[in-house]
C-alpha cells in the first residue's frame, strides 16, 4: 500500500484567518486524491475529489471558494480552508486513490479549530 | 445513490468472545467493493478487511471475517477472540470505481 502523510496534525487559528492543510503520498504516484471531513462522533464526509493537474471536483454543499484545493504532482495536494469560522472546526482526512489495489489509502487526519 | 447503514451505533463485548457488527447497502451496480474499517482513537483510518462483490467466498484476515450476502446487500463482520485493542469506531465503507462512502460507524468496546 501506500503511505501518507498530512501537516500539520493538529492546527488552531482566528476566525477570519485561511490554514492550508497539506496531504502528501510518500510513496505512491497519486493522481487521484481525497478529502473528507470527519465532525465529532460522525462519520467521514467527502467533500472533494482532487485529480492531478487539474480542478477538483467539490461534492454537493461544499463550497469550492471556501475550501481551495490544488494538487500539482502527483505527491501533493493541498486544502485551504479560506476565512475560517469556528463551523469549520474538524477533522480533515486524506486519501490516495490505490488505483489497482482497489482501495484508498488514509492520511492520519488533521484536527482544526477555529477560534 | 449509494448509501451504507449501520445500524448499530454502540456495541459491547467481553474480552475473548465474539462479536457481529452489522452493516446493509444499497445500489444498482453489480461491480462494487466493500471494507471495514477501523477508527481507534488516533483516528487513523486503518483498513481490517475488503471484499470484492464479484466474489462469492467470504473474506478472512486473522480474527476478522465477513458474512458478505448480495442479494440481501447485506456486508456483516465478525471479530472472534476479541482483544481490549479492538476497541475503536468501525465503519463500513462501499466503493464503486473510485467512490468510496461510509456508514455512520460502530462504536466498539472491548471489556476486559
Known amino acids: 500500500g501506500a503511505v501518507v502523510s498530512q501537516h500539520p496534525s493538529w492546527v488552531i487559528c482566528k476566525s477570519g484567518t485561511s490554514v492550508k492543510i497539506e496531504c502528501r503520498s510518500l510513496?505512491?504516484?497519486?493522481?487521484?486524491m481525497f478529502w473528507y471531513r470527519q465532525f465529532p462522533k460522525q462519520s467521514l464526509m467527502l467533500m472533494a475529489t482532487s485529480n492531478e493537474g487539474s480542478k477538483a471536483t467539490y461534492e454537493q454543499g461544499v463550497e469550492k471558494d471556501k475550501f481551495l484545493i490544488n494538487h500539482a504532482s502527483l505527491t501533493l495536494s493541498t486544502l485551504t480552508v479560506t476565512s475560517a469560522h469556528p463551523e469549520d472546526s474538524s477533522f480533515y482526512i486524506c486519501?490516495?486513490?490505490?488505483?489497482?489495489?482497489?482501495?484508498?489509502?488514509f492520511g492520519p487526519g488533521t484536527r482544526l479549530t477555529v477560534l | 445513490a449509494q448509501t451504507v447503514t449501520q445500524s448499530q451505533p454502540e456495541m459491547s463485548v467481553q474480552e475473548a468472545e465474539t462479536v457481529t457488527l452489522s452493516c446493509t447497502y444499497d445500489?444498482?451496480?453489480?461491480?462494487?467493493?466493500l471494507f471495514w474499517y477501523k477508527q481507534p482513537p488516533s483516528r487513523q483510518m486503518i483498513l481490517v478487511i475488503r471484499q470484492e462483490a464479484y466474489k462469492q467466498q467470504n473474506a478472512t484476515e486473522n480474527r476478522f471475517s465477513v458474512n458478505f450476502q448480495k442479494a440481501a446487500k447485506s456486508f456483516s463482520l465478525k471479530i472472534s477472540d476479541s482483544q481490549l485493542g479492538d476497541t475503536a469506531m468501525y465503519f463500513c465503507a462501499f466503493m464503486i470505481e473510485v467512490d468510496m462512502r461510509f456508514g455512520a460507524g460502530t462504536r466498539l468496546t472491548v471489556k476486559p
Open positions: 510513496d505512491f504516484q497519486a493522481t487521484t
Open positions: 445500489t444498482s451496480e453489480s461491480n462494487y467493493y
Open positions: 486519501s490516495v486513490d490505490g488505483a489497482s489495489y482497489n482501495e484508498q489509502f
